[in-house]
């Protein structure tokens, strides 16, 4: 069984970084595709970075992109987002999701479709 594991959240001040981690345990596959999302009070769900472990390419929303920077460690089975410059509008919960569909990277919004198994959601909170 699939589980994926956020950590690494918590209070940052603007402009400041933080990353995220999400483990990952029991994939059947060797390539599959970690999404990040975000959901913010009052706001729909928002896919925020993607990586496909088949070409390693990863996609961003807009509104991250030269922010955020998702990479991997293969040997601990574990993806990270680092942020960084992070304003007052990141704050929201985070989310990994795992699935075996490939994303474009080029396609936005990031959807949430084929993503399978979702972790707990770990909260960022970025103020002064």
């Known amino acids: 069984q699939v589980q994926v594991v956020e950590s690494g959240g918590g209070l940052v001040q603007p402009g400041g970084s933080l990353t995220l981690s999400c483990a990952v345990s029991?994939?059947?596959?060797?390539?599959?595709?970690i999404g990040w999302f975000r959901h913010a009070p009052g706001k729909a769900r928002e896919g925020v970075s993607l990586?496909?472990?088949?070409?390693?390419?990863?996609g961003y929303a807009d509104s991250v992109k030269g922010r955020f920077t998702i990479s991997r460690d293969k040997a601990k089975n574990t993806v990270y987002l680092s942020m960084s410059s992070l304003r007052p509008e990141d704050t929201a919960v985070y989310y990994c999701a795992y699935g075996e569909a490939y994303h474009l990277p080029t396609v936005k919004p990031i959807g949430d479709w084929g993503f399978t198994t979702w972790g707990q959601g770990t909260q960022v909170t970025v103020s002064a």
């Open positions: 029991g994939a059947p596959v060797e390539y599959y595709t």
């Open positions: 990586i496909n472990f088949s070409d390693m390419n990863p």
